[in-house]
């Protein structure tokens, strides 16, 4: 009986086998096989982004990219198209003037992702930006931009322009990191997130360009050169005015630091970048954001 069963089971695996070798299925496949058309503003990502620096620009949310932490709604896709030509106008191709393509074709984050609002920390401090493992940016507070925001440079700068800037700064100093001395010039001034207790004033006095900066070493870093290339001569020089004299003798050496390591690093010489991008940044009410050209 042993050998008939095993006789018997065998032929039923063999029959298992060939009837589901013949078992077609006749509904069309749930996963698409052609890819999702493109609307006219993707197309314009296309062109604008993916072409000429190998770029991903997302702005439909998607929880795999962004912080699970915080809760986000999408941005408006309007206001993203308008970030999204402020944006390649004043940061992927004011580096490019200054350095060429190939340099933001080779550094530049690999994603961007709009999101319609910013994270809110516990102490309701806004995240409006990120940069992730070197090779993503998220560009937060999307829906907050009006046609006023628009036509008011020190607003754009404060919420988009300087996170640009900051934010990447972070993946230079990722891939060529800076010099240990930066952060010994004013290493007891560093309080972790304890910075939003500091007002201006008193970080400007301490040393810090913002009360950010006294986050820590990396943060110091990003918000030097980040404030230097948006802030106006008029700007930077009030900041150390009131920053005082021992204050402005700190931030003075840390922002010698900072343009050492971008020259020698990158080849950017940061005066030239500045320059560019306030340029940019007083032609902006000139661009045309109302159309994808």
């Known amino acids: 009986m042993k050998y008939l069963y095993q006789g018997l089971l065998a032929l039923g695996l063999l029959l298992g086998v060939a009837a589901c070798s013949e078992d077609k ?7 698409p096989i052609q890819p999702e058309a493109k609307n006219a503003f993707e197309q314009w990502l296309e062109k604008n982004y993916r072409v000429p620096y190998n770029i991903r620009f997302k702005y439909k949310l998607e929880d795999a990219e962004t912080d699970l932490s915080y809760h986000f709604i999408p941005a408006d896709s309007a206001k ?19 350095l ?3 340099f933001m074709q080779r ?6 992702v709009a999101i319609g609002t910013p994270g809110y920390t516990r102490q309701r401090t806004e995240i409006i930006g990120s940069a992730d493992g070197g090779y993503k940016v998220i560009l937060g507070k999307v829906n907050s931009l009006s046609n006023e925001t628009l036509s008011d440079y020190e607003e754009m700068t404060l919420y988009y322009f300087h996170t640009m800037h ?3 700064t972070h993946i230079l100093n990722q891939k060529k990191p800076y010099n240990t001395s930066f952060e010994q010039v004013t290493k007891s001034g560093y309080v972790s997130g304890d910075w939003i207790n500091t007002t201006d004033r008193n970080a400007l ?7 950010y900066a006294m986050q820590d070493p990396a943060e110091d870093f990003a918000e030097m050169l980040s404030n230097y290339v948006t802030y106006t ?4 020089a009030k900041a150390l005015s009131d920053a005082g004299t021992h204050g402005a003798a700190l931030i003075t050496q840390k922002l010698a630091l900072v343009k050492d390591y971008t020259l020698s690093s990158w080849g950017l010489d940061l005066d030239e970048l500045r320059d560019v991008v306030l340029r940019r940044g007083s032609q ?8 994808l050209n």
Request: aromatic share 14%; glycine share 4%.
């Open 100 to 102: 060429g393509p190939e």
């Open 233 to 236: 001569p008029q700007r930077w």
């Open 284 to 291: 902006i009410s000139s661009l045309e954001l109302n159309k």
């Open 166 to 168: 900051h934010e990447f």
């Open 80 to 98: 993203t198209a308008k970030l999204a030509i402020i944006t390649k106008y004043l940061w992927f191709d004011a580096y490019a003037e200054v």
């Open 25 to 31: 299925p006749n509904d069309p496949t749930i996963f």
């Open 107 to 112: 550094n530049a984050p690999r994603l961007l």
């Open 205 to 211: 006095r301490a040393g810090f360009i913002t009360p």
